[in-house]
Nanobody, 121 residues
């Protein structure tokens, strides 16, 4: 059974940092795009960041560029999201996702259950 399990969410003050982890099990994800998406209350789910299959190319939403860093450890089947300079508008449920093609906000091969990130002002 394939599972993606997120951890590392929580409550932090504006300007603070959090590091999310997503541990994948059930198969090897070396050939998958791994990424993070988020959904804030009353908003559509949106793309945050993705790491392409080889791990050499990363993509970010404009809203998080320069503040968030995605990385992956293929040996551990794990993807991380380091979030710095957090803002209240970063408050959302963050989801890890894996896809053989491209991680998108709407459709992916595999999803995690989500982890809540709350940034207080």
């Amino acid at each position: 059974q394939v599972q993606l399990v997120e951890s590392g969410g929580g409550l932090v003050q504006a300007g603070g940092s959090l590091r999310l982890s997503c541990a994948a099990s059930g198969r090897t994800f070396t050939n998958y795009d791994l990424g993070w998406l988020r959904k804030a209350p009353g908003k559509e789910r949106e793309f945050v960041a993705a790491s392409r299959r080889s791990g050499g190319t990363t993509y970010y939403a404009d809203s998080v560029k320069g503040r968030f860093t995605i990385s992956r450890d293929n040996a551990k089947n794990t993807v991380y999201l380091q979030m710095n300079s957090l803002k209240p508008e970063d408050t959302a449920v963050y989801y890890c996702a894996a896809d053989l093609r491209v991680v998108t906000p709407l459709r992916n091969d595999y999803w995690g259950q989500g982890t809540q990130v709350t940034v207080s002002s």
